[in-house]
């Protein structure tokens, strides 16, 4: 197996990663067992997950599949159980799933007189149930893993908990309200857990990921052509390094530093941004 960018060493450790049939959640499962973790791959889709389950072996890891709806407690509290089964108690958990819904999203960056009756999606027409589902995906899809996993950390020394925030739970994107706000909740829900969990050793942090380059964003940030679009320059503009992250490497590294018990022994509690300066410029 390729060796982890870190000397982090999870051999033995049980890793938990929702949303691992997505490009960034199974790049950190890939990590994680390169590192000697037992991984479990968690989603909704579970041929997706079993693809990256199947890369993992092949690398000499330990790695299993499993179907799991984030935003079902009884269908999580089972898929726990099996997992203890199957790999052992929990060490680590990534909670992963996340995501937006273009039911919670205005096709307009400004809003301008004359929108309401135009035909667009302004800021009055958000879907409810839109909103609803982004929040709910992202919030209760990290409170309700947690719940079930966690119980399985209580007593046990060196457990982590690792959530996925973003730059835009610092400062919000345009157009999507609803993520840039389910994004804020985590972060404090962030806080709020590792004051909560700070008298049974389990320490709990999170990364905010900003603009990286994947084959799933690729349409969006550059033509066919292979120049950038204008979202592109838009966002190197404001990124003051001035190009996108590489997921492979630069999250890697940050998920590792956080998951190491000697390296970030004193260190919960915190949302670390990875994003080339994006949430610390002001645009001037």
């Known amino acids: 197996m390729q060796k982890n960018v870190l000397n982090t060493d999870l051999s033995g450790r049980v890793a938990v990663v929702t949303g691992a049939g997505g490009v960034l959640c199974s790049a950190f499962a890939k990590v994680l067992a390169r590192a000697g973790a037992k991984v479990a791959l968690l ?29 079902d407690k009884d269908v999580c509290y089972a898929v726990a159980d099996q997992v203890c089964a199957d790999l052992g108690p929990c060490d680590v958990l990534i909670n992963g799933a996340g995501g937006n819904n273009p039911r919670a999203t205005t096709d307009k960056e400004y809003f301008e007189p004359g929108d309401i009756e135009a035909d667009t999606k302004s800021f009055f027409d958000l879907d409810k149930s839109g909103v609803e589902f982004v929040f709910n995906l992202n919030f209760i899809g990290s409170l309700i893993p947690t719940q079930a996993f966690a119980r399985q950390m209580i007593g046990r020394e060196g457990c982590n908990i690792l959530n996925i925030s973003s730059m835009n739970a610092y400062t919000p994107l345009t157009k999507i309200p609803a993520y840039s706000g389910a994004k804020a909740a985590v972060s404090n829900f962030t806080q709020w857990l590792a004051v909560h969990f700070s008298k049974v050793g389990i320490r709990v942090n999170a990364i905010a990921p900003g603009f990286f380059a994947t084959q799933q964003n690729k349409a969006l940030l550059f033509n066919e052509d292979g120049t950038p679009t204008a979202r592109t320059g838009k966002i190197l503009a404001a990124t003051p390094m001035g190009r996108f992250g590489d997921s492979e490497k630069e999250l890697a590294g940050a998920v590792l530093f956080l998951l190491n018990n000697e390296a970030a022994s004193f260190i919960t509690g915190v949302t670390l941004p990875i994003d080339g300066g994006f949430s610390a410029y002001s645009g001037v």
């Open 43 to 71: 989603d909704l889709n579970q041929p997706a997950a079993e693809k990256y389950a199947e890369e993992i072996r092949a690398e000499g890891g330990t790695a299993k599949a499993y179907a799991c709806n984030v935003l």
